[in-house]
């Protein structure tokens, strides 16, 4: 059995599907995974050191504006070729987490009825998300923010899937000794998503 993972333009979608897919993994060993990825440099590094094989679509910007989406359009009806067709119907579903680099593989399972299984880590969700919601057979959220915006018909809030690395709890002071910070500094952590 295969899952298409597909995602990219930034950490924040590719990251928690990582982290799925590990999961998957640790679960059932036997399941093929595989990612669809964009052209963009972020998607490439991270991807660069996955257990998983990578089909990486010619796209490297997202949609900003009727101009940036039609471009995107015509650039996805271009890249929609037989080989990521072909993926998408040996897969048993397509797991994503929004991003312009899904649309050909949502619009594949789409035309052959493949399930989708979305993601959404944001507590307000994105365009893709929120179109597309509608149509995947599950939509994991990590907020309950989502349920202003999204049909809670499909809609499962599970929190933000974290890689195993990241989920584990240490104390102030092992964190300062793993990351090589001294005790007299101050430490000052920002976090900011893709749109701030």
């Excluded at 933000?160 to 709890?169: A, D, I, M, Q």
């Amino acid at each position: 059995m295969r899952l298409l993972f597909s995602a990219g333009g930034t950490g924040g979608h590719i990251m928690p599907l990582l982290a799925v897919a590990d999961k998957v993994k640790s679960f059932q060993p036997e399941v093929e995974v595989l990612f669809i990825v964009g052209g963009r440099s972020i998607d490439k590094t991270i991807v660069s050191s996955i257990p998983y094989p990578v089909v990486h679509l010619p796209l490297k910007k997202g949609v900003e504006g009727v101009y940036s989406g039609l471009k995107l359009a015509f650039k996805t009806l271009f890249a929609f070729n037989l080989p990521i067709l072909r993926l998408v119907t040996s897969s048993r579903g397509v797991v994503t987490s929004g991003s312009y680099v899904s649309l050909l593989p949502i619009l594949c399972a789409l035309a052959t009825t493949r399930p989708i299984y979305l993601i959404e880590p944001n507590a307000y969700p994105g365009k893709f998300t929120r179109f597309f919601g509608r149509f995947c057979r599950k939509v994991f959220g990590g907020w309950h923010t989502l349920r202003r915006n999204l049909s809670e018909t499909n809609l499962s809030i599970t929190g933000v899937p974290l890689r195993s690395g990241f989920s584990k709890n240490l104390t102030a002071r092992e964190a300062r000794t793993v990351l090589g910070i001294s005790e007299k500094k101050v430490v000052l952590l920002v976090l900011g998503g893709s749109q701030g």
